[in-house]
């Protein structure tokens, strides 16, 4: 049982917008910053969303992230065939004094 | 090229040891905090272990303290994981990730391709 709680699977077509969820609590997303991670079939994670809301160079302004209280979020729009993959959200939690994952969402481009 | 490169991964028996590798390049590997992440196969990824970038401090998933040592080489640019007492549940890939500076501080922003290791008799 993960500490951050995530859907297991999302689904689109191409072109849509899909948001995947990510709840925690006060020891985590409530009091420090939200990161998201994707994985594409077979390959590492890769940084795609730091800070809440930040994207590192390379990664397309199709995708967003934001934070209100204790849960978080990653929109994706402009859905498109290579944007499946898991996602995970990260956040430090307080309370266990150590970074915390999601369980992962599956993303499926329908 | 930033990038980072696990090794020492393979089969070995519940009970075992086991010492990962983490050679980084490219970038200034003594300024930067680096961290352990794990994938069992199948799984999320699960946060393992973080240390400082002059070793001062070290970090571990609560519920894997006492088998798992972190520490690193920064005249070698290099990162290390030392296992003991190896269980089946500690099966996975084992990812090196590099902590990000400045704007993108606490992120992993560079990850390796990770290694992988079993337990099984």
């Known amino acids: 049982q993960s500490v951050l709680t995530q859907p297991p699977s999302a689904s689109g077509t191409p072109g849509q917008r899909v948001t995947i969820s990510c709840s925690g609590s006060?020891?985590?997303?409530?009091?420090?910053?939200v990161y998201w991670y994707q994985q594409l079939p077979g390959t590492a994670p890769k940084l795609l969303i730091y800070?809440?809301?930040q994207r590192p160079s390379g990664v397309p302004d199709r995708f967003s992230g934001s934070r209100s209280g204790t849960s978080a979020s990653l929109d994706i729009s402009g859905l498109r065939s290579e944007d499946e993959a898991d996602y995970y959200c990260?956040?430090?939690?307080?309370?266990?004094?150590?970074?915390?994952f999601g369980g992962g969402t599956k993303l499926t481009v329908l | 090229e930033v990038q980072v490169v696990e090794s020492g991964g393979g089969l070995v028996k519940p009970g075992g040891s086991l010492r990962l590798s983490c050679a980084a390049s490219?970038?200034?590997?003594?300024?930067?905090?680096m961290n352990w992440v794990r994938q069992a196969p199948g799984k999320g990824l699960e946060w393992v272990s973080s240390?400082?970038?002059?070793?001062?401090?070290?970090y571990y998933a609560e519920s894997l303290k006492g088998r798992f040592t972190i520490s690193r080489d920064n005249a070698k640019n290099s990162l290390y994981l030392q296992i003991n007492s190896l269980r089946a549940e500690d099966t996975a890939v084992y990812y090196c990730?590099?902590?990000?500076?400045?704007?993108?501080?606490?992120?992993?922003?560079?990850w390796g391709q990770g290694t992988m290791v079993t337990v099984s008799s």
């Open positions: 990730a590099r902590e990000g500076y400045g704007d993108s501080a606490e992120a992993f922003d560079v």
């Open positions: 490219g970038f200034p590997f003594s300024t930067y905090h």
């Open positions: 240390i400082r970038s002059d070793s001062r401090s070290t």
């Open positions: 006060s020891s985590n997303i409530g009091s420090h910053y």
């Open positions: 800070k809440n809301d």
């Open positions: 990260a956040a430090w939690d307080d309370s266990l004094r150590g970074r915390v």
